[in-house]
Nanobody
Framework: QVQLVESGGGLVQPGGSLRLSCVASGSRFTIGAMCWFRQVPGKQRKLVAEITTRGITNYLDSVKGRFTISRDNAQKTISLQMKSLKPEDTAVYYC?????????WGQGTQVTVSS
């Protein structure tokens, strides 16, 4: 089992930026793909960005060009740089990791985009 801890959420005005980080601990083996999901009340959790162990990335269409996911395999961390934030980006953001074929989840961090 892997523990994932997110940080960096908060309140930001439209057009602003935030950087989320996720630190993984407790792994004895290589962690596979890592992702950021987000969820708003009453809706399903949605994949925002994914990065493989080789650094191949994939993004939700609505965040392409605004969000950037990055990964440090040595430090077992991923980050999500979010720019030009919009009110519709407001959600709880969750870190996810594939560890030995099992999904691992963080506790989530709230991002609120509002003036």
């Amino acid at each position: 089992q892997v523990q994932l801890v997110e940080s960096g959420g908060g309140l930001v005005q439209p057009g602003g930026s935030l950087r989320l980080s996720c630190v993984a601990s407790g792994s004895r083996f290589t962690i596979g793909a890592m992702c950021w999901f987000r969820q708003v009340p009453g809706k399903q959790r949605k994949l925002v960005a994914e990065i493989t162990t080789r650094g191949i990335t994939n993004y939700l269409d609505s965040v392409k060009g605004r969000f950037t996911i990055s990964r440090d395999n040595a430090q077992k961390t991923i980050s999500l740089q979010m720019k030009s934030l919009k009110p519709e980006d407001t959600a709880v953001y969750y870190c996810n990791a594939d560890y030995l074929g099992v999904d691992q989840w963080g506790q989530g961090t709230q991002v609120t985009v509002s003036s």
